[in-house]
T-cell receptor, first 113, second 113 residues
Framework: DVKVTQSSRYLVKRTGEKVFLECVQD?????MFWYRQDPGLGLRLIYF???????EKGDIPEGYSVSREKKERFSLILESASTNQTSMYLC????????????FGPGTRLTVT | GEDVEQSLFLSVREGDSSVINCTYT??????LYWYKQEPGAGLQLLTYIFSNMDMKQDQRLTVLLNKKDKHLSLRIADTQTGDSAIYFCAESVFSGGYNKLIFGAGTRLAVHP
């Protein structure tokens, strides 16, 4: 079974803090994705990576950065958290091509106060 | 541009059939997916259909694809309380040099006795 894990289920941070969200997959997938989910807006792609050290901006990359130093791990970084980044963050991975079925982690609910 | 639209809510009685509808815009989509999200969890793939198919049946689930109208539907027969969840439609598109998934906003299905 494919397993995608995220480092935290719930996180509360203060405005201006640097926040790291970690995602690990165990199926040797080439592609990894970070989404945020907000009510009525569905899933919006923040960044994705198709290989180690490679990254591509998604639809809403502003205020975020990512890191992929190892194939199994994809980190989302909020350099200076703001209240409008309060959201559910979902990580996903899949094998090539990137349009294939994606496997999702359980999500991290981040609250920025 | 790419867009996937779904109605936000559906309420059905236990034992009845549920039909969740979705429209998409990219006629070159190769795969279309239905994902289920239970409360507090990530997304789980329910089923998918290849763009050259009109229908796919998998136990209680029936997917219908009308390529001419760019309309996708998911029918759940004999709906149970355990089917209460958010259902996301997604299309696989080629955009910006990459394949990616475009998600709808999700339909919240409520099953009542």
């Amino acid at each position: 079974d494919v397993k995608v894990t995220q480092s935290s289920r719930y996180l509360v941070k203060r405005t201006g803090e640097k926040v790291f969200l970690e995602c690990v997959q165990d199926m040797d997938h080439e592609n990894m994705f970070w989404y945020r989910q907000d009510p009525g807006l569905g899933l919006r792609l923040i960044y994705f990576s198709y290989d180690v050290k490679m990254k591509e901006k998604g639809d809403i990359p502003e205020g975020y950065s990512v890191s992929r130093e190892k194939k199994e791990r994809f980190s989302l970084i909020l350099e200076s958290a703001s209240t409008n980044q309060t959201s559910m963050y979902l990580c996903a991975s899949n094998r090539d091509p990137p349009g294939n079925e994606q496997y999702f982690g359980p999500g991290t609910r981040l609250t920025v106060t | 541009g790419e867009d996937v639209e779904q109605s936000l809510f559906l309420s059905v009685r236990e034992g009845d059939s549920s039909v969740i509808n979705c429209t998409y815009t990219d006629s070159s989509s190769t795969y279309l997916y239905w994902y289920k999200q239970e409360p507090g969890a990530g997304l789980q793939l329910l089923t998918y259909i290849f763009s050259n198919m009109d229908m796919k049946q998998d136990q209680r689930l029936t997917v219908l694809l009308n390529k001419k109208d760019k309309h996708l539907s998911l029918r759940i027969a004999d709906t149970q309380t355990g089917d209460s969840a958010i259902y996301f439609c997604a299309e696989s598109v080629f955009s910006g040099g990459y394949n990616k998934l475009i998600f709808g906003a999700g339909t919240r299905l409520a099953v009542h006795p």
